[in-house]
């Protein structure tokens, strides 16, 4: 093909060069003889030039032609080669569906890794797409694609696909709908494998799911607060522990307590660090009056900022009643205890005394 065109293009190299010269000749013969237009054009059909120049012309049109059909089908090939390069070096499956069958008409390489079927039963059967979209999604899935059709938007859905090795992946499909005459004609999409994300997040959530459960069971009170120390979050015991609700708590301003002793260790959360309190509290949504023991400690967010601060806390009211009641006990029996050592003394001095007076009356009666 290549030595074929080479062979034209020596053709149109040279035949350009022959008609210069034919010009060229008229020109001179139009100059140095002073012919008119009349006379000229009676000169060339009397030298036949005219019709070299017809034939000429016959003969190079169909070769121009051919020549520029083939460089253009060769260039149109490259950049259709370029495109194929560009479609399968993208990270998901690029197709193609015509709204009259929903049958695929293009389907990208990576059709093949991602989910192992080859591209050929993807095109050659009318329901290979619905066949291998997982039986919870199927109808929710092919209703979206029929629905975003008929109403000629783009679009974007996540349904789960099984693979040729019986995995389930999960597709991010963002599709465009391609109008012609102002009816869909064809939908142009884009799947993506986001089953990765779905797996952190399905982590994510169980992982919520057990902390929740914690946090509502926990014995002891747990609290949340945001940057700005407004309270964002706390468990029923919270409540109970502040005899108070967890109406009257979320949302609280913290930096309005009326008790201020704690908020040192609340602060510190926020700058990174655990912080600690224990000592007697005075509530401010109720006229509750405790003892407490608190732990904060800081929370971050995806990107390991801190976001707020989280607290626990446990009523040590009891507790505190409790040592002080011992306390007391042991400054009683303290107390009886040096009574009795008293006594035992006095008593231990009387025997002496008593011993003594009898030494001397036994002496007196001798």
């Not at 884009?190 to 069971?217: C, G, N, P, W």
């Not at 301003?253 to 224990?278: C, F, H, S, W």
Request: aromatic share 10%.
């Amino acid at each position: 093909m290549q030595k074929w065109i080479k062979k034209y293009l020596a053709a149109l190299l040279i035949a350009p060069m022959g008609y210069i010269f034919l010009l060229g000749y008229l020109y001179y013969d139009y100059t140095e003889h002073n012919r008119d237009v009349a006379e000229l054009i009676k000169h060339l059909t009397e030298t036949h030039i005219a019709d070299i120049l017809m034939h000429g012309m016959i003969f190079l049109a169909p070769v121009i032609s051919t020549i520029i059909a083939i460089l253009f089908q060769q260039t149109l090939t490259g950049y259709q080669k370029k495109y194929e390069i560009i479609i399968n070096s993208i990270e998901g499956i690029v197709w193609e569906v015509d709204v009259k069958t929903f049958m695929f008409t293009f389907v990208s390489k990576q059709a093949e890794q991602l989910l192992g079927y080859p591209v050929k039963q993807w095109l050659n059967e009318p329901s290979f797409w619905q066949g291998h979209i997982h039986t919870k999604d199927r109808e929710q899935a092919v209703a979206f694609r029929i629905n975003g059709a008929k109403e000629k938007k783009d679009y974007e859905f996540e349904y789960r696909m099984i693979a040729s090795d019986g995995s389930i992946k999960w597709i991010r499909d963002s599709v465009s709908v391609i109008l012609q005459n102002g009816e869909s004609s064809k939908l142009h999409g884009i799947m993506v494998d986001i089953t990765e994300r779905k797996k952190a997040e399905e982590a994510l959530k169980e992982s919520e799911e057990h902390y929740r459960l914690l946090f509502q069971q926990s014995p002891l009170g747990v609290f949340h607060y945001d940057t700005n120390l407004f309270l964002t979050d706390c468990n029923d015991r919270f409540a109970d522990i502040l005899q108070s609700s967890r109406e009257r708590l979320v949302g609280l301003d913290m930096k309005t307590l009326k008790d201020q002793n704690v908020l040192p260790a609340i602060r510190v959360a926020l700058a990174g660090d655990d912080g600690a309190y224990e000592g007697f509290y005075r509530a401010t949504t109720s006229s509750a009056e405790i003892w407490v023991s608190m732990r904060t400690a800081p929370l971050f967010d995806n990107k390991g900022a801190i976001k707020g601060g989280v607290g626990l806390v446990e009523d040590i009211t009891y507790r505190k009643l409790a040592e002080k009641e011992s306390k007391e006990k042991v400054e009683e029996l303290e107390k009886f205890y040096e009574m009795a050592v008293g006594r035992e003394l006095r008593m231990k001095e009387l025997k002496e005394e008593l011993a003594s007076l009898k030494a001397e009356l036994s002496e007196h009666r001798r």
